[in-house]
């Protein structure tokens, strides 16, 4: 089994040139970002071809017609991965079915795997949503990132245990941050108080690697920045440095998963 750790640009300061070496030269495997401006486009191959950086793509598709549009542009930067926050919340069940049926069938044609995030706001919010269109559609995959779950139930999702095994099962790619039942980002995943959704988290990460059809799967360490990390009242100040953070949960994880039983 192998594991590959990217590193999101969520966050990051610097120029391009700046953030694509600091990133290499933490030992990640690639990239995860949305969609380069097209101003950048030529930089951004250029620049994942001199670090040797893979790439999975970020789309964000409220309908067909932007999944489409989405995949079409992100086939240009040959990623390894599309991750896409896909279709909304709102919609009615029978409106995702097609949407993720059709999702499907362009993910097909365009020869690149596809992990649709079990995001808040879009069609795979809750465990039971997500499990009804797993199975409903036997080949669509997850971008399992379970700490929206756990924000949106408000538990540490003891109740879902049939959906998350179903959920584990398709997962392609893992967002690795640690959620808590008031939120979806813990202010520090090193912080002993949160050492029990900590060690949840990294067992349902466990069950997803051992599960991966291929023995491989990647992770992204995607903590957010101020704004969805939490700052000091008054002076807006970050309570941890971002990069340390991603750091430390990615090393953490390889750590714990590569870990013999």
Same mark, same amino acid.
């Given at each position: 089994?192998q ?6 640009? #969520? ?65 240009e ?5 599309v991750?896409?926050?896909? %279709? ?13 049926d ?7 044609? %365009? ?11 879009? %069609?795979?919010?809750?465990? #039971? ?6 199975r409903?559609?036997?080949? @669509? ?22 959906? @998350? ?10 967002h ?63 309570? %941890?440095?971002? #990069?340390?953070?991603?750091? #430390? ?10 870990r013999?039983?």
């Amino acid at each position: 089994m192998q594991l590959k750790k990217f590193k999101a640009l #969520w966050g990051m300061d610097g120029t391009l040139q700046e953030q694509f070496s600091k990133i290499a030269d933490a030992g990640y495997r690639g990239v995860e970002a949305p969609l380069p401006a097209s101003v950048d486009a030529a930089l951004f191959k250029e620049l994942l071809e001199k670090h040797r950086l893979e790439y999975i793509a970020q789309i964000f598709a409220d309908d067909i017609h932007a999944f489409e549009n989405g995949m079409i542009q992100a086939a240009e930067f040959k990623p390894v991965l599309v991750n896409s926050q896909s %279709a909304k919340d709102h919609m009615p069940f029978s409106e995702q079915l097609v949407f993720f049926d059709a999702a499907l069938k362009l993910e097909k044609e %365009a020869g690149i795997p596809v992990g649709h995030e079990t995001h808040r706001g879009r %069609a795979m919010f809750t465990p #039971w949503n997500t499990a009804h269109l797993l199975r409903e559609l036997e080949e @669509l995959k997850i971008t399992a990132d379970f700490s929206h779950w756990v924000c949106v139930c408000e538990s540490l999702l003891q109740s879902q245990s049939a959906h @998350l095994d179903l959920a584990i099962s398709r997962t392609v790619h893992i967002h690795t941050r640690v959620g808590y039942i008031q939120g979806p980002q813990v202010p520090d995943p090193r912080a002993p108080e949160y050492k029990t959704e900590l060690d949840l988290h990294i067992s349902w990460w466990k069950a997803m690697l051992q599960q991966a059809k291929d023995g491989n799967l990647t992770f992204t360490p995607e903590y957010g920045p101020p704004g969805y990390m939490h700052t000091m009242p008054f002076t807006g100040e970050p309570i %941890a440095d971002l #990069w340390d953070v991603c750091l #430390w949960m990615g090393n953490y994880v390889e750590e714990q998963l590569q870990r013999p039983e």
